[in-house]
């Protein structure tokens, strides 16, 4: 097939799942961190609030922007697109699975793949605080102008500390590619410790998630936002479309920092456990949860779950037993159990992200400095150096 | 199309940085040099170099303009007034007398330089990240190791100058 034909294909299936995982992962968040605190979260539109999403879309769309007197139009209108524009782009060099054969057609399900990937997502990244500078200093209001100044200087600071835990594993795997740093960690140590870099290291998979957390602006590092000071920090005087477009490059980049997370450290789509045994959990995992929905389907304890449960019960086995089917058909095998296993490493990075939202308080400003320069940046140069060492010595 | 990226990208690079002097308030001219640098990454890109048009985004797009942007910013810098009085015939006279005194020492300077043959895109495959490892820790060893020393040398003296007491 014709290369930019399987191109356009690939990157409309990815763009179109990207966005409704956004939009869904939104959903989650609200879900989690409403019953981390004992409460329902969204319920009313749809069963169990499952079309809040489209509502809130809707909503956003028909809003009137309002563009404030006083902001400085050009950067103003700029500075949302920049960030959202950016944050989506990283998802290019993105692998999901190994190569895979549908009939005739032979391709990656990856959209491209560069022998420096790894240093295009960290560029991409490192102009992605733009969005928010500009956004912040364009608004003219003193509380945006201290949010997109804290953001700058917050991410410079964790550039750092996350450019040196990205190191480590490019050192191991000596490659700058996607495709090849996942490569580097088939297969198992003594018939079942898979080879995955988070072992050796660990320090350095810390390092990273801590640093993502900042680089992403989310809790305990969200001061550009912190409500209790800054009303709403760099999106104040944003709205509309144009606030969604900030909130989506925020949840866009949590996406791709556990993406990253995945490739570099677990395995990317490689299972956890040896050949025969790995096919089998994707079929248990599903039939469980089925069954588990039915039998509550069964004994409801609200009105609407007679008919929800059942539902989403069947619809988990049906899964389940595509999954058994696949062991029949290679091909799917291929594509199932590869994105199985990269959506569920990335899903759990992902709840973290959001477990952590849900428990932890916010940093004081100077606590934030002073952990990134004395806490952090120590620790990954250590690792790098330790690292270095480990690998210059066994290299010969 | 290699060409046709070349000039689009060329011409976003020098318009940006007559738009980087042209503009009068500080923001826009920083916006302008990254605009600058993003395009110049694209041209090494063509070129080859890969990892340095890689390094070109991260450290200067990425990291120093950040911290220009960031200063600026934080000085809350405004629009500077234009002070020169100029006439508007001696402006537009200006830019014309200016395009053929550039394009007078271009040509100077080209033709007292010898012929080389043109310049053919994709044809230098030296640019990966391992090729340009391997030049830096052999041939130019000395000059990476002494440039790291005067960049310390430099953070020293920044923090010297910056505290009053040690």
Redesign the interface.
Known sequence: MDFIILSLIKAAVVAFVLLTALAYLQWIERKVIAHIQLRVGPYRVGPHGLLQPLADVVKLITKEGVIPSHVNKL?YLMAPWMAVVLALISIAVIPFGPQITVGPVTTWMQLTD???GI??V??VS??G??GV??G??ASNNKYS?LG??RS??Q??SY?LPLGLAVASPLLLANT?SFREMVAYQDGFWLGFIPRWNVFPEILGFIVFLIAGFAETNRVPFDLPEAENELVAGFHTEYSSMKFAAFFMAEYANMVTVTAVATLLFLGGWLPPFPEPYSDFIPIAVFALGGLIAIYHGLNPARRMDKFTLPVTGLVFLGIAGLFGLSLLVPVLKTILMALFWFCAKVGILLFVFIWVRGTSPRFRYDQLMRFAWVGLFPISMLNLLATGLVVALSSK | MTALIFFIFAGIAVFCAINLVAQTHP?ASA?SL?GVM?SLAILYLQLGG??I???Q??VY???IM??F??VI??L?AGAEGTSLQVSQFAKYLGIVLLAAFLGLISFIIQSMLPRTEGVVFGAFQGG??LDVGRKLFTVYLLPFEVTSVLILIAIVGAIVLARKEI
């Open positions: 950067f560069l022998r420096i240093l295009f960290l560029a490192s102009i605080v733009y500078a500009l912040g200093w102008l997109g100044l700058s200087a991410m410079i550039e700058l | 923001i916006l990254i993003g890969e990892f048009a890689a390094a985004v991260i797009a990425g990291a950040v911290l942007v960031f910013m934080l809350n990966t990240a």
